[in-house]
């Protein structure tokens, strides 16, 4: 499989993530509810109890690009902030809203740092401090925010700040 495939399933167009959190297809048209996001690529609109899956798979496809494609790894990513930031709090609770938020604008500050960003970086970062203080203070999430946090810190060439 090709580093492109890696980051984006050639059949995605005719998925969507369903409330269990798995792939299945897509049942209507399109153009019905769909929306084109970045690079062309088409996502089905979800309802509220598919974002939180659509955030997860956008967030790991994010990854996936991490080494051959820092530039569609910021996009995805992106993608999984908007997602997040449409998020009902009120269907997923306020605490476990705001952990998603902080854990995508996360993501997003170490895409931005891989791709040469730092300052977006640091801005998403800042974000994602500011939205894990209102949520439930998950302590894997709190470490995934100061790893990515110390490795900003390495590329910024703050070393005594890297290693605090």
Do not use: H
């Amino acid at each position: 499989m090709s580093w492109y495939a890696n980051c984006i399933d050639s059949d995605a167009e005719d998925l969507y993530v369903n409330q269990d959190f798995t792939y299945a297809k897509l049942d209507t048209p399109l153009g019905s509810t769909r929306e084109t996001g970045f690079s062309g690529f088409s996502l089905p609109r979800p309802n509220g109890s598919q974002n939180w899956g659509l955030c997860e798979t956008l967030l790991a496809r994010s990854e996936a690009c991490r080494y051959q494609d820092p530039e569609q790894m910021v996009l995805l990513a992106e993608r999984a902030v908007a997602v997040a930031e449409g998020l009902d709090p009120m269907e997923y609770g306020r605490e476990l809203a705001a952990d998603l938020r902080a854990r995508t604008l996360t993501e997003l500050a170490n895409a931005y740092r891989v791709a040469d960003d730092l300052e977006g970086a640091e801005r998403m970062l800042r974000r994602a401090s500011d939205w894990s203080t209102r949520g439930s203070q998950d302590p894997l999430l709190l470490a995934r925010l100061m790893r990515v946090a110390a490795s900003q810190r390495g590329a910024q060439r703050r070393f005594p700040e890297a290693l605090a």
